[in-house]
């Protein structure tokens, strides 16, 4: 699916840009890159800022108008810094994420069109792309490099095509560990720390079990809330045995890998 979906640069003054786009469209999936008529590729220095995306560089098709970057292609979203005077249908780069996806799951081709850094898209070039698409910045300061605004859409589109594919956008070990960590705690174990608690509640003399006054219902209402995992009860458990250690005078040393 990603396939369909090609960078256009426009006329590029500074190569080392050119660099930037084809490591940001790597690092989020996309390989196809355009060039509109660049001032100055290949280049050496497109190469170095590309920092190992030189595959998408070789792979780049040069050439000389956007009429030329957009044959064959079903939609082209065209990117601006600024609001223009005619007033288009205007995405933001999560919407123009989704359109792109939503065609290129049709079989359709995409372009994501992208301007010159000191004077953007004209006019003309704009009105060749059937949407435009802001990066919703500080209007006081709106235009972004250009390598860093093929990211945010490279980004986006990312995002839609794991969604699209059903894929986790967690990296699976960290989410491995969060799931250990997040592990519930059963019935039993809770029953076994309520007795612990009770227990050492009345040994620091908190319980008074003559007048108990509803305290351990209330503690239970309180942890039954907190969905407690395995590994907090571990420590809960930790924190009364200490207490009770401390409470009957005994020494209380702990390694501090203890929980
Ligand atoms: N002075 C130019 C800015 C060009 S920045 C102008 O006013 O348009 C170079 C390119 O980066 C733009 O043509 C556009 O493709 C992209 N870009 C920069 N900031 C952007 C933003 N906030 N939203 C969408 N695209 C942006």
Redesign the pocket.
Known sequence: MLQNIRVVL?NTSHPGNIGGAARAMKNMGLSRLVLVDPEDFPSSEAVARASGATDILDGAIVVGTLEEALVGCNVAL?????DRRIPWPLLD?RECATTALQQVELGGEVAL?????????TNDELQRCQFH?????NPEF?????A???Q??AYEVRMAWLAAEGQPTKMSKLETTAMLNTQPVTTDELELFYGHLEGVLVEIGFLDPASPRHLMSRLRRLYGRSGISKLEMNILRGVLTETQKAVRGESHKRRKDDV
Do not use: D, K, M
């Open positions: 426009v065209g990117t601006s810094a600024r780069p069109v992208f301007g010159r850094e000191y004077a953007g898209l698409v802001h990066i919703p910045s709106s235009s972004l490099n250009l860093a605004a093929v945010v859409l």
